[in-house]
């Protein structure tokens, strides 16, 4: 199942002890599949922030970590369409 939901509660959902299945359109109109994450304890030793006042949601972009990547990615906050996959 997929439920549509704004930038704020995929955030809010980053910041959990789970990593989050979610979607979005990309800028170009494609589709991006992701599992995310902000929580610390899931976040490998070596890409965690050095910097402990991060802001992961300012500016254009909210920064998550891509758990199928291994690395730090974001996503537009002007994206036309997020999803979370349950």
């Known amino acids: 199942m997929m439920f549509e939901i704004d930038l704020d509660t995929l955030y809010k959902s980053l910041c959990g002890s789970t990593p989050v299945s979610f979607s979005f ?3 170009d109109g494609k589709i991006r599949n992701a599992i995310g994450t902000l929580h610390e304890s899931l976040i490998p030793e070596e890409w965690k922030p050095k910097d402990p006042s991060i802001n992961y949601a300012n500016g254009d972009n909210l920064k998550y970590f891509d ?12 994206c036309a369409m997020i999803q979370i996959i349950e």
């Not at 758990?67 to 002007?78: D, G, I, Q, V």
């Open 25 to 27: 359109m990309k800028k």
């Open 67 to 78: 758990l199928e990547k291994n690395a730090w990615r974001s996503l537009s906050k002007k």
